[in-house]
């Protein structure tokens, strides 16, 4: 090949980038998706098919799931997540977006967690909180919110929101950008994962001794 067919290449290359029109593969929608190789040709996003639109209506794309506290006390750190979903709100399949209530108890822990499919933007709406992020440099970012304050902790970042009022109850409600926005929290994933991670690889990591992980482990599975 000569150089004026690369350059033509390369123009036209440059060109589609600009205008958009060359794209990379679409996000995933979910954690994983093992090919059905069994022959069934049943279709399912994120576990269920489509409604018939002659059958949808006004309803579908309403939900209360937000309008009362959660369990505060159900975690041993004391928050509560109520997230829409397909099935409490159906409308909001494949729009990319999911809404969550967070309560937290005085002094409750949102611990430390990210979404890998999600941007999220924060907003307190009740008490006093203290939200944060980590960036891939490690270096950390945080902000106290009062009511009617927002925060926006960007897509796979590990973060935390803490009430730090230690008498009242704080309720914050988080947009995310998918409508699977997946959550690991750092400390559950690593110490109490079925089957569990081996010791040595959390002694190493964490610069503990074995008795040490089994402490973690038994007051997170507590
Ligand atoms: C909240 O969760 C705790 C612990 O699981 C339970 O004992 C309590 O009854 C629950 N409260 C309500 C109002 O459901």
Do not use: W
Not at 53 to 65: D, G, I, M, Q, W
């Amino acid at each position: 090949m000569n150089s004026n067919i690369h350059l033509k290449f390369l123009f036209i290359l440059i060109s589609l980038l600009i205008l958009g029109l060359a794209q990379g593969d679409p996000e995933p929608l979910q954690d994983y998706c093992v090919a059905d190789t069994t022959g069934q040709h049943s279709f399912f996003m994120n576990g269920q098919p489509c409604l018939d639109p002659e059958l949808t209506s006004p309803n579908h794309f309403a939900t209360s799931a937000l309008s009362r506290p959660g369990n505060t006390s159900a975690n041993q750190f004391g928050f509560s997540v109520i997230l829409t979903s397909n099935q409490n709100l159906p409308g909001r399949r494949t729009q990319g977006l999911t809404l969550a209530r967070v309560d937290i108890a005085p002094d409750g822990l949102v611990p430390p967690h990210s979404h890998p499919r999600a941007s999220e933007v924060a907003t307190c709406l009740k008490g006093d909180i203290l939200v944060g992020f980590v960036d891939t440099s490690n270096k950390m970012y945080t902000q106290r919110l009062r009511p009617g304050e927002s925060f926006v902790f960007p897509k796979g970042m590990i973060h935390f929101l803490y009430n730090v009022d230690q008498r009242s109850p704080a309720m914050a409600i988080s947009g995310l950008t998918s409508e699977n926005p997946g959550t690991q929290i750092a400390s559950i994933a690593t110490f109490t994962s079925q089957p569990p991670m081996p010791n040595k690889v959390l002694e190493k990591a964490f610069q503990i001794d074995g008795q040490e992980v089994t402490r973690i482990r038994n007051h997170l599975q507590g």
